[in-house]
């Protein structure tokens, strides 16, 4: 496994990492999670994400958190630790949000689920337009130098967001941004008009999710035809309305052509799009969802092709010009 370092700080990440949205808690139970973190383990991942409300979409309650914790057991000092706050979990005008009364209150709730006295990286999940930033990073800030939190994160926000919050971070001395979040992958390339030069302009690691389009990505789905019976979108709404809006006529074409190119080079359709994010250095480490143990070392297995620049670029021209360039 190749790690990386996580944006501009010291700490190395597996390239390959594990996620635990969509399926934990309902798809995933309390046995699959441990068998799922114990192949990540063993196939050199050290990096998995979570969130405080990942698992709430089956009945409500904040089950990845819980089935983490449990699976950590033992093996939590091996593991670079994320999770997120700031989406709304439980009742109330303060049950969201980034300010200090939610992000603290928030932080404590995911320590309890996850049996841990500290989280390594510490993610706004998304960005609040109603908290001031300086509420947000001051109360990082104090994250950090409590001890139970490591490093911190943003989620889904814009380059100006990012930029604004490090500038004032950067201002007071208080810790800054090191990663973000973005969806990002071969049919979604939305993060290269200004996302992905932002990063790389200043260091802050990008850590792509849905590197695998919810499935779509790693051939688990035909035009034309239903889910298979053990997928995803047979099971979850949420995914189904996500192959409604990226499994288009025109994304199966490009799926085609992606998943010959693969092969013919010995490689899986899920390969591609993982080893393709890779070749962007400031792209920290790959989340990549599984729902089995050997999905999970599949995926961590695809670090090791490293695709040359001719390789990439003849992705790029099946891909288009659309979305930006990778160079
Ligand atoms: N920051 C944010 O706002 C945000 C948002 C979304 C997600 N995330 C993070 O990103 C992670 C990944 O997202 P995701 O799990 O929703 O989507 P994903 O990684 O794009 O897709 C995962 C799905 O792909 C299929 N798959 C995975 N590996 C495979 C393999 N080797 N062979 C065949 N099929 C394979 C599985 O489908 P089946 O189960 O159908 O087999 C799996 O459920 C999340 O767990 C979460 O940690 C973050």
Known sequence: MEYR???????????VSLGTGGQWGGRVDRGAAKRIVAAALDSGINYIDTANIYGTWYDGKPLAEEFLGLALEGVRERIVLGTKGCQRLGDGPNAWGASRYNLMNALEASL????????DLYQIHLYDPETPM????????????????????????????????????????WARFVTTQAHYNLLEREA??????????????LLPYFALANGLLAGRYSPGEPPPADSRAAAFERTRRYLGRYGTPANYVTIGKLTEYARQRGHTLADLAIAWLLAEPVVATVITGASSAEQIA????????KLNASEAAEVRAILGSEGGTQE
Request: contains cysteine; proline residues 1%; positive net charge.
């Open 192 to 205: 290269e008009a200004e996302l992905l030069p932002f990063c790389r302009a200043r260091n802050v690691g």
């Open 298 to 305: 599949a995926n961590a297995r695809a670090a090791a092709w």
């Open 5 to 15: 370092k996580l944006g501009g700080t010291g700490v190395r990440v597996s390239a």
């Open 112 to 119: 309890r689920r996850l049996r841990t006295d500290h989280v």
């Open 134 to 173: 300086e509420e947000t990073m001051r109360t990082l800030e104090d994250l950090v130098r409590s001890g139970k939190v490591r490093y911190i994160g943003s989620s889904q926000y814009q380059a100006w967001q990012i930029c604004t919050c490090n500038d004032l971070a950067d201002r007071y001395g």
